[in-house]
């Protein structure tokens, strides 16, 4: 097959197609210092698919995450469209979409899919940072590479920089455990600055939201992604319901994916944040339905706070 003919295939499905040898991957991610699993099939597709920007506000019912969860779970959504192209094509292949060791944003400037922003986010001259990434590893080399025209950076833009709420941005980089992003959903005990800091049910997008080259984008409507009322989260459902019965109520939402403990503790922070004295009693009731240290932790400092109020 042909790459052409290959780019093509997967342009009916996605809105960023580009092919390149998996060598000149690996030799990057080597050249760099990355840890990568090393990969034998020959030809690496790396993909990407749009997402719109949508804002919705915390009310005293219910809680927003970051909107890049809103809709479908995308690893869901992007494994299923590869798998039909792959499928139909009867290719030896292996994919992945984030739950992998490869380094997708790597893989997307080689391929031409956007450039590596200030911000950490791959960034593509049609849709900004607004779309999700997959790999596809296919077991058949192709006569050459197909990569995308990207003549684009940052300058001297420093916006994300200078909006990020934790310091995690810096003109020297990127410090991954200040990202409100990754300690919102991370496991353990938050520090004050953390607590007050953070605005969302599950991840951030300030980052995204400051940056200009999210201003004059393409914007594509892809079914999975539009809102399935799901978005919202029940602060009543949050704090009542089991694990079980609330994974069945938010079904195929990503924000899951750490479980429903994170989403509370996030919660928490939320209401201490807008002040939202009345859902006091029903945090309470949280005390003994769990063990978790660092949630307990959590909630003895907002309850503290809120009651002092």
């Not at 869901?76 to 979409?97: C, P, T």
């Not at 001259?125 to 940052?154: A, K, Q, R, W």
């Not at 938010?250 to 807008?274: C, F, Q, S």
Request: glycine share 6%.
């Amino acid at each position: 097959m042909k790459a052409k003919t290959l780019q093509t295939i997967f342009q009916s499905k996605f809105d960023l197609v580009g092919i390149i040898e998996t060598k000149r991957y690996l030799e990057a991610a080597q050249s760099m210092g990355k840890n990568v699993l090393n990969e034998t099939y020959p030809t690496m597709v790396v993909l990407g698919l749009s997402y719109p920007k949508r804002m919705i506000k915390h009310t005293e019912t219910h809680l927003v995450p970051s909107f890049y969860t809103f809709g479908k779970d995308y690893h869901l959504v992007l494994k299923a469209r590869m798998e039909s192209i792959l499928n139909e094509l009867g290719l030896d292949y292996r994919l992945g979409v984030d739950n992998h060791n490869h380094d997708e944003r790597l893989a997307a400037t080689l391929a031409g899919l956007g450039f590596f922003g200030k911000n950490q986010l791959i960034i593509s001259p049609m849709f900004g940072s607004y779309f999700f990434l997959g790999l596809v590893f296919i077991n058949t080399p192709l006569e050459h590479e197909i990569v995308l025209s990207v003549d684009d950076d940052c300058g001297s833009c420093r916006k994300c920089i200078d909006a990020c709420p934790t310091h995690a941005l810096s003109d020297q980089g990127y410090t991954m455990s200040l990202c409100m992003s990754h300690y919102n959903q991370s496991k353990r005990i938050l520090t004050d600055h953390e607590m007050d800091a953070n605005y969302s049910l599950f991840g951030c997008d300030i980052c995204q939201l400051v940056c200009p080259k999210n201003i004059n984008i393409v914007k594509i409507s892809h079914p999975e992604f539009e809102l399935s009322g799901k978005e919202m989260v029940s602060i009543v459902d949050l704090f009542t319901d089991s694990e079980k019965t609330f994974k069945a109520k938010y079904h195929e939402m990503p924000y899951l994916w750490k479980g429903k403990t994170v989403l509370m503790r996030n919660a928490l922070l939320i209401l201490k944040r807008l002040h939202m004295k009345q859902h006091i009693e029903l945090i309470e009731t949280t005390q003994e339905k769990t063990t978790v240290v660092w949630y307990q932790d959590t909630l003895n400092r907002v309850l503290k706070a809120l009651k002092e109020e």
